[in-house]
T-cell receptor, first 115, second 113 residues
Framework: GENVEQHPSTLSVQEGDSAVIKCTYSDSASNYFPWYKQELGKGPQLIIDIRSNVGEKKDQRIAVTLNKTAKHFSLHITETQPEDSAVYFCAASNAGGTSYGKLTFGQGTILTVHP | NAGVTQTPKFQVLKTGQSMTLQCAQDMNHNSMYWYRQDPGMGLRLIYYSASEGTTDKGEVPNGYNVSRLNKREFSLRLESAAPSQTSVYFC????????????FGQGTRLTVV
């Protein structure tokens, strides 16, 4: 089955700096890669996603890149703010075969932005 | 606009007791999921249901059973709780099993003593 590895497990940056979180996946059939943000005491919420036919996607201060050949994708947050502090999860999803509908998550990254 | 609703929010069980975690979504989604979240382990898939009438095992199904009662509801049952099942449990739903957003409930914090 799919295996998603996420690094780093913790990331500490100064306000205004950039933050980068990286993920690798194992199943070449995966074709959808979302990123979720989880604030304390809440469930994860989608912040950005990318499909396998796209190499990069941006939404204001956040961007995601995908390298299908190397099976890795990354989340980039620019001009970080204290409210970006949270746990971030990457995930991979397979649209077909016996794993249809399965959504596999990475281990999570605790991001702390210091004012 | 409830989204995904989980009950209960908190629960303490004694080893060997049983309980059912309830999940309901009001977004007419086909796919539903149960995850557990442990420190340093991320979100691990217990069971999922790609559509009404089907259920499949995830990474960590041992000790759990599920029921997709109808399109709205997906319950998770612990038949004989063990301390290793102490965790935060999240239910999620998606419109289809493909490239769509998953919506999560607020979680159930379960402690087994």
């Amino acid at each position: 089955g799919e295996n998603v590895e996420q690094h780093p497990s913790t990331l500490s940056v100064q306000e205004g700096d950039s933050a980068v979180i990286k993920c690798t996946y194992s199943d070449s059939a995966s074709n959808y890669f979302p990123w979720y943000k989880q604030e304390l005491g809440k469930g994860p919420q989608l912040i950005i996603d990318i499909r396998s036919n796209v190499g990069e996607k941006k939404d204001q201060r956040i961007a995601v890149t995908l390298n299908k050949t190397a099976k890795h994708f990354s989340l980039h947050i620019t001009e970080t703010q204290p409210e970006d502090s949270a746990v971030y999860f990457c995930a991979a999803s397979n649209a077909g075969g016996t794993s249809y509908g399965k959504l596999t998550f990475g281990q999570g990254t605790i991001l702390t932005v210091h004012p | 606009n409830a989204g995904v609703t989980q009950t209960p929010k908190f629960q303490v069980l004694k080893t060997g007791q049983s309980m059912t975690l309830q999940c309901a979504q009001d977004m007419n989604h086909n796919s539903m999921y149960w995850y557990r979240q442990d420190p340093g382990m991320g979100l691990r898939l217990i069971y999922y249901s790609a559509s009404e009438g089907t259920t499949d095992k995830g990474e960590v199904p041992n000790g759990y059973n599920v029921s997709r009662l109808n399109k709205r509801e997906f319950s998770l049952r612990l038949e004989s709780a063990a301390p290793s099942q102490t965790s935060v449990y999240f239910c999620a739903s998606r419109a289809t099993g493909r490239d769509t957003e998953a919506f999560f409930g607020q979680g159930t914090r379960l402690t087994v003593v």
